[in-house]
């Protein structure tokens, strides 16, 4: 069943395609949405994930015809054009994009290949440009929203991820920019920035599991709230930008990150 307040915040009946769908934010997103009614078509590249999130998306109150799940590898642009048609010849329309894929390079300048850099940026931000622009024509029709999963690192400054705090600030920039381009339209464009958010993306990364409980450990203290964070603190906000109750809300840069971002050595 849809949430009582399914009806407040105005998603109940909604489509929304959620890219990352698999594993961290992107599948508490998911989940997230469902459970206020909307519709969801939900893609990634793990496919006994994917099943997985199908099946909670239909245990938090959604028909299986209402969830649509369409594998693909995002860095191949037929993918994303896929992924886009596959969720507007499903449902009929596309209200919601919550672009949340994304991949962690680690490294300096001195220390990452172009290749790295190149991969880095392909997914963090082209792919994201790339889907904005692929469904913002049905996001019109419907006067319905973006939500883009930026980071903490778009807004600050971190040595030793220079590509993907590159990345993450592109993705601020055009969530900026298209904002103000389709505003008198209707349409609304924002971003939510984590700090440190339990999830996968570091180990993907390559740190290994000992180096990540370091890190998180570290984190309490990099955090004015004294904790990291958890994925379903970050989909509520993306559940918040997607809804009503954001309605005169866009081109924000959403940090949800513990106080992190205002934080200065001392």
């Known amino acids: 069943m849809a949430s009582a307040e399914s009806s407040v915040t ?5 489509v929304a395609l959620i890219t990352g769908a698999t594993s961290g934010i992107g599948r508490e997103s998911a989940i997230a949405l469902a459970r206020e009614g909307c519709y969801v078509a939900i893609t990634g590249r793990n496919i006994e994930a994917l099943q997985e999130v199908f099946k909670l998306c239909c245990d938090a109150g959604l028909p299986q015809e209402k969830v649509l799940s369409v594998p693909a590898n995002l860095n191949d642009d037929k993918d994303c054009e896929q992924v886009v048609s596959a969720t507007v010849s499903h449902f009929g329309h596309l209200d919601i994009l919550v672009n ?12 990452i290949s172009m ?21 913002l024509p049905h996001i019109l029709e419907r006067k319905g929203n973006i939500v883009n999963v930026s980071s903490v690192a778009g807004l600050r400054s971190f040595p030793g991820i220079v590509a993907y705090t590159m990345s993450k ?13 389709v505003a008198d339209r209707g349409v609304r464009v924002n971003a939510v920035n984590p700090g440190v958010i339990v999830t996968d993306i570091h180990k993907r990364g ?36 997607a809804s009503e109750k954001s309605s005169f809300i866009t081109g924000a840069t959403l940090p949800i990150d513990g106080g992190r971002s205002v934080m200065c050595p001392r």
């Open 115 to 135: 290749e790295d850099y190149d991969k880095q940026m392909h997914i963090n931000t082209r792919q994201v440009f790339l889907l904005m622009k692929l469904a």
């Open 169 to 181: 600030a592109a993705v601020d920039q055009l969530t900026r920019s298209v904002a103000l381009e």
């Open 10 to 14: 105005g998603l109940k009946g909604k």
């Open 206 to 241: 390559g740190m290994t599991d000992e180096a990540y409980l370091k890190f998180l450990e570290l984190s309490k203290t990099t955090h004015a709230m004294g904790r990291v964070g958890e994925a379903r603190e970050v989909a509520d906000a993306v559940v918040f930008l």
């Open 100 to 111: 949340n894929a994304g991949i962690l390079v680690i490294g300096g300048i001195e220390q």
